[in-house]
């Protein structure tokens, strides 16, 4: 049971519980009473629907990436299919504005939606794996170095965990990219999901859906690595430096605004580090029989930034409300929603900065 990894939480201080003749130590989160024999008893806590640790919690962050990732995805499918354009065909699509003008010259209102069904689909699962396993890798990989050292490596830790889960998203987001992206840049080929698969797997059988694997990879997991790892980080340091009071004494509200903002500062960061590699991938599922370091040859440096501007105000955009919506969830579902990291006693009486 993931339960006993959750004894070497990272972000746990030590605490004597007396009962009676005996004495229990037990770790917990700052903020929240939440123990190791509580979370091994599966003990849920009063105001908490779910012990932290437990399968049902992990199951509910599966569901809360669902959520977040599938709807957001899928709210900036236009963006996403003007920024696809600008880099398969460059010259056709001037920009973001001349890319909006030609799209809805030539299909209409309705055809910036074209790919909204892969994005859906493939999208959720994404987020499934995403959120549901970065919490599993995450409390996991705390058991594994203890508590001092995961404190100590949190932001080691946060990217380690988040490019684990990012590996396995991948493989469940894979053929769902490769038909949105042959819907929305190959004129002709498909208008809906239901078309696109049949027609890809009699043109290249199952190569079709895994051919841009490497390159999602290459794309997705330096995203997310930046993406949680950024976000856990911002949020320490915003509520260290900027928020005015303790994020405890901070009402649901405003620590949804805090996550917004923390998420956007993130999503910045994202686009950059993984746009090469989405100008790859949006190229590789057009030509046909192409290979990754082929496209790359023939695009350029110059070319592998094509799009970035609408991309960094996609993703911006899309990472601030995934981690709002994400957070939301937790709330709504009444989740165990442990506070940003906190030194352990133990290490602060190491260093000598407590009695």
Excluded at 31 to 38: P, S, V
Excluded at 96 to 121: D, H, R, Y
């Amino acid at each position: 049971m993931l339960f006993e990894k959750f004894q070497n939480n990272p972000f746990a201080t030590k605490v004597k519980c007396d009962s009676g003749e005996n004495s229990l130590e037990t770790s917990i989160i700052p903020g929240r009473q939440i123990g190791a024999a509580a979370a091994v008893s599966n003990v849920i806590l009063p105001g908490d629907s779910c012990a932290f640790g437990s399968n049902k919690y992990f199951l509910l962050c599966g569901l809360g990436g669902i959520i977040s990732c599938g709807s957001t995805h899928t709210m900036v499918v236009p963006l996403d299919l003007v920024k696809c354009r600008i880099q398969v065909d460059p010259v056709k699509y001037k920009g973001i504005f001349n890319g909006f003008k030609v799209s809805l010259a030539e299909e209409g209102i309705k055809g910036l939606a074209k790919g909204w069904a892969p994005t859906f689909l493939g999208y959720s699962c994404q987020g499934l794996c995403k959120f549901g396993l970065y919490e599993v890798f995450k409390v996991v990989y705390s058991g594994v170095l203890g508590e001092e050292n995961a404190y100590l490596w949190r932001t080691s830790l946060y990217l380690a965990a988040s490019a684990s889960a990012e590996f396995f998203a991948d493989i469940a987001l894979s053929p769902f990219e490769a038909a949105k992206v042959k819907i929305q840049t190959t004129p002709g080929f498909a208008n809906t999901l239901r078309e696109a698969f049949p027609k890809m797997m009699k043109e290249e059988g199952m190569n079709a859906f895994y051919k841009g694997l490497v390159p999602l990879w290459m794309r997705q997991i330096p995203y997310t690595m930046m993406k949680f790892a950024c976000f856990e980080k911002t949020l320490e340091l915003l509520y260290a430096y900027v928020v005015p009071k303790p994020r405890a004494e901070c009402s649901k509200g405003e620590q949804l605004i805090v996550t917004f903002a923390a998420g956007y500062i993130a999503g910045v960061f994202c686009a950059i580090v993984s746009h090469p590699a989405d100008t790859v991938v949006s190229k590789l599922n057009q030509a046909k029989g192409a290979s990754a370091f082929d496209v790359a040859k023939k695009l350029g440096f110059a070319g592998l930034w094509g799009g970035l501007v609408p991309r960094i105000v996609m993703i911006g955009t899309l990472t601030a409300a995934q981690w709002f919506i994400y957070d939301g969830v937790k709330v709504a579902l009444a989740m165990p929603r442990p506070p940003p990291a906190e030194m352990p006693e133990s290490l602060k009486k190491k260093l000598g900065l407590t009695s």
